[in-house]
């Protein structure tokens, strides 16, 4: 089994990031990870564990998540419903506790990588919430006496949108790693992964005109590594070529722009360019 992350077959890790998830792992910390949306912060938890032979365990943050959600729920309308009905299970309050994501991530009979993913979408005291769980590898039970213990420490990895501010007590716990956007050279190694035997000119053309759309001044959303794999997709479908992806000012829409304009603003900024291109005809 690895005991270092190098990155996988499927997914390429820059030296920094790689350097970011062993020291996580060696200093037994969380690693916080943040990056604009579309940056592969969610994939690098699968590929950690599928990298290190681990088994993974995510939990989905929402609005309405609380801290408590992950290690456990007790049912109690369930067992008064059965209480009223006689049922015998209604002695063994066991039966009435739901195992969260933490519990099951501490009662594996493995090591695995917890996720725990869109940290920052939950309530501003969510984090600090998980602080003694996530120091300690254990928390109580209240109602049936017992404490979980983590059988072995599992590799936490937190993803935050930067949606919002996260607690200084709970940085101070992580080893923190921002996944800048790829450089050209490095988004050309992920798009070669995704659709090997891409031709050299469609790409060449194809990321030439994605990082001239990501630099836009106005541009509301600017599109991503998940977005420009869409899009590529969609080109290699339509069995476009280079040329094919050629603009002019009369038509400055790209082609098939759905996947990379995610809304109606941007699509009426480059309207608004080729209306101008016309104009100065």
């Given at each position: ?34 990056g ?16 290190l ?28 419903r ?20 933490l519990?099951d ?15 920052d ?8 919430d998980l602080l ?8 109580h ?34 080893f ?9 050279d490095t ?30 001044t ?13 899009w590529?997709?969609?080109i ?18 790209p ?27």
């Open positions: 089994m690895e005991t270092k992350f190098r990155g996988t077959d499927t997914y390429v890790a820059t030296d920094d990031l790689t350097v970011a998830v062993n020291a996580a792992v060696q200093l037994e910390r969380p690693l916080l990870v943040k604009e949306p579309g940056t592969g912060k969610t994939e690098l938890a699968r590929q950690v564990a599928d990298g032979g681990l088994d993974m365990i995510e939990w989905n943050i929402k609005s309405t998540t609380r801290a408590h959600q992950g290690l456990y729920e007790y049912d109690a309308v369930s067992r008064l059965d209480s009223q009905l006689g049922d015998e299970r209604v002695h063994d309050i066991s039966n009435y506790i739901r195992r969260g994501k519990w991530a501490f009662a594996s009979e493995d090591r695995v990588v917890l996720l725990i993913d869109e940290i979408k939950a309530d501003i005291e969510f984090p600090n003694q769980e996530l120091d300690r590898m254990e928390f039970v209240y109602e049936t006496g017992e404490t979980i213990r983590a059988k072995h420490r599992p590799i936490v990895i937190i993803t935050s949108n930067n949606e919002k501010e996260l607690p200084d007590a709970f940085l101070r716990r992580c923190f790693h921002y996944i800048r956007f790829p450089d050209h988004l050309r190694r992920i798009v070669e992964v995704h659709h090997p035997g891409i031709k050299e000119s469609l790409l060449t053309a194809a990321l030439t005109q994605f990082f001239e759309i990501r630099e836009m106005g541009l509301k959303k600017k599109p991503s590594t998940s977005e420009v794999l869409d590529l997709k969609l290699l479908a339509e069995d476009l070529d280079a040329d094919d992806l050629r603009r002019d000012g009369a038509d400055a829409l082609k098939l722009h759905g996947a990379l304009l995610k809304n109606e603003q941007d699509v009426h900024l480059f309207e608004r360019l080729a209306f101008m291109a016309r104009r100065q005809r």
